[in-house]
């Protein structure tokens, strides 16, 4: 990971929006962490992974998120839906909160209040010595689940853990991909990211956790680290480094995984009821991002080809599969798993099927399109086409999805609903070392779809007969089959 700002209510807006930045952002007397005086700095539980607990912080977010979030909001309708959410999560977690909505008009004043129930809701629940198992008992949930939840609680009962809670439930009303890093995990996520030796151990992720908070390897590619440790496609990720994957997020984790070449990583992992610990040396990866085969049906060949991400050679990549498989007429393109990557390679793909100069995308920022990406191709590609999607499938996988639907209309689509990401995030500094991960724009196809609500335009739903990824392309592929009924009639 768009709605099309009205015009009439932009307009309008549009005034009140600058100087409610400007409000906000005067309100906010920015200073860094070293010239802190006073009170003005508040002591933190290091356990908790912020660098101050206070509403100058929160303010700052507020402000960041006002002025570049690509959809207009009211601060107001945020901030009683955060405290909403607050008082409905811990109230799930057996306290007994009652707060009420904002009743203040103006911006300073429903500021002020806003942190005056903030900090009634912690006194009601600091004093409150609850057994969450007993209420989580009646939700069915898994022992691990009830685990997270307890830690959560733990955190809850000192202020800065409580506070970073709110923080990121007010993080959560935005979009699912904007949220707040502590400095502790933005310095694991930078260090993940950053330096020119940039390597890792050869394993795709899913873009998501389970409901147990784990991350499922859906891939280990040949002659890689991992493969040669014995890693397989469904095992689970619950450490990284002995710290526990649940406390971090996916994107996190996968900088944590990554690092300089010849350097080792630990992993803990689940494989059935069993844990195994894997030391394993990262090492630069090489990965083709497509695999390929023929299917004969009816006598009819159907071209199959698995896209696993989008990296700098995969639009290449695709064309030699296709070459490799004798131009077929009818292809399948599966993008289940697919997390998404380099934009620019999707539409190259893209290009192979319609004509050139043709508008496959554009990027749209709060007020304006940011760019916009057109067809162009000398290769060309003559064929039916069925793309297969699922929940994971995610980001420029769906732009490419939806982009050939929109201009080449006997496109189908089947599988299960796509993930829904159409945004672009980006890191803003914080006063505090740490930094907010904010959506800034959304990408759109010809047709204008907003792929993170509507997800892509599915023709036909076909479950997954098993949650196994090995069974992915082969006899037992529901979705697979389906897709080759479609193509063999």
Not at 144 to 170: A, C, D, H, M, W
């Amino acid at each position: 990971m768009l709605k099309k700002l009205k015009n009439v209510v932009f307009y309008l807006s549009i005034i009140l929006l600058i100087f409610g930045i400007l409000f906000v952002f005067n309100l906010m007397n920015i200073k860094s962490e070293g010239n802190l005086e006073g009170n003005d700095k508040k002591t933190i539980n290091q356990e908790v992974d912020i660098g101050r607990a206070d509403f100058e912080l929160f303010r700052q977010v507020i402000a960041y998120s006002y002025k570049y979030f690509p959809e207009d909001f009211s601060i107001k309708d945020k901030l009683d839906k955060t405290l909403i959410k607050v008082k409905n999560n811990l109230n799930y977690l057996g306290y007994n909160v009652n707060v009420s909505l904002l009743n203040s008009d103006n911006l300073k004043d429903y500021l002020s209040e806003f942190e005056t129930k903030v900090n009634e809701i912690y006194n009601q629940i600091k004093d409150q010595n609850i057994d969450i198992s007993k209420s989580l008992s009646k939700s069915n949930l898994k022992q691990n689940q009830i685990e997270i939840y307890s830690t959560l609680n733990k955190y809850l009962k000192t202020y800065p853990g409580y506070f970073k809670f709110v923080l990121n439930t007010y993080c959560s009303t935005l979009d699912p991909y904007t949220n707040y890093m502590g400095p502790k995990e933005y310095k694991v996520f930078n260090e993940g990211i950053s330096g020119g030796n940039f390597s890792g151990i050869g394993v795709a992720m899913s873009a998501v956790k389970d409901k147990d908070g784990e991350i499922i390897i859906i891939d280990v590619f040949e002659d890689t680290p991992a493969y040669r440790a014995g890693l397989k496609p469904g095992d689970k990720i619950v450490k990284v480094d002995d710290k526990n994957v649940k406390d971090y997020s996916v994107d996190t984790v996968q900088s944590m995984i990554r690092g300089p070449k010849g350097t080792p990583v630990n992993l803990t992992i689940r494989r059935g009821k069993d844990l195994i610990n894997f030391k394993i040396i990262r090492d630069i990866i090489h990965i083709k991002s497509t695999k390929e085969k023929l299917i004969t049906k009816n006598g009819m060949e159907i071209g199959y080809i698995r896209i696993s991400s989008f990296n700098k050679d995969t639009s290449k990549e695709f064309l030699q599969s296709y070459n490799k498989l004798n131009r077929p007429k009818k292809i399948i393109i599966d993008l289940r798993n697919n997390g998404g990557g380099l934009l620019d390679e999707a539409v190259n793909i893209a290009s192979y099927f319609v004509e050139n100069g043709k508008l496959a995308v554009y990027l749209k920022s709060k007020d304006r399109i940011e760019k916009e990406y057109y067809t162009n191709s000398k290769e060309k590609i003559d064929a039916d086409i069925v793309i297969l999607v699922n929940n994971y499938t995610a980001s420029a996988a769906e732009i490419l999805t939806q982009s050939l639907k929109d201009l080449k209309k006997d496109v189908k689509i089947v599988g299960l609903p796509s993930y829904g990401k159409n945004s672009v995030q980006t890191l803003f500094n914080l006063m505090d070392g740490g930094v907010l991960k904010l959506t800034i724009a959304k990408y759109y196809t010809l047709s204008n779809r907003d792929i993170s609500k509507d997800k892509v335009s599915l023709d036909y739903k076909v479950e997954f007969n098993d949650s196994n990824p090995l069974d992915f392309g082969s006899d037992k592929d529901t979705q697979l089959n389906k897709a080759i009924e479609l193509l063999a009639n």
